[in-house]
Nanobody, 122 residues
Framework: QVQLVESGGGLVQPGGSLRLSCAAS????????MAWYRQAPGKERELVAA???????NYADSVKGRFTISRDNAKTTVDLHMNSLKPEDTAVYYC????????????????WGQGTQVTVSS
């Protein structure tokens, strides 16, 4: 079993900052890419930021220059540092990881966290 557990969401005023964290645990052989997605009410889930095992990053245009994704491979965690938050950043944020489990070490499987709410409002 593999689990992703997110933390760090909440309510913040426009222009404020938040840090989201996600920890992977369980029977993990290796972790490939890790990412953060978000889904606002009435909208489709979208990629916010992703990071490979080698540290290469990719960001949605809407968050470039404001958000930073980082990961600690030793601790199997990924963080999303969000600055200059805007009301349009309000959404449920989901952690995603592409993982080889010990049970199936030749398969790359996507796992998802339960989601954490981020609300940007005055």
């Amino acid at each position: 079993q593999v689990q992703l557990v997110e933390s760090g969401g909440g309510l913040v005023q426009p222009g404020g900052s938040l840090r989201l964290s996600c920890a992977a645990s369980g029977s993990i052989f290796s972790i490939n890419s890790m990412a953060w997605y978000r889904q606002a009410p009435g909208k489709e889930r979208e990629l916010v930021a992703a990071i490979t095992s080698g540290g290469s990053t990719n960001y949605a245009d809407s968050v470039k220059g404001r958000f930073t994704i980082s990961r600690d491979n030793a601790k199997t965690t990924v963080d999303l540092h969000m600055n200059s938050l805007k009301p349009e950043d309000t959404a449920v944020y989901y952690c995603n990881a592409n993982i080889k489990s010990r049970a199936y070490p030749t398969l790359n499987i996507d796992y998802w966290g339960q989601g954490t709410q981020v609300t940007v409002s005055s």
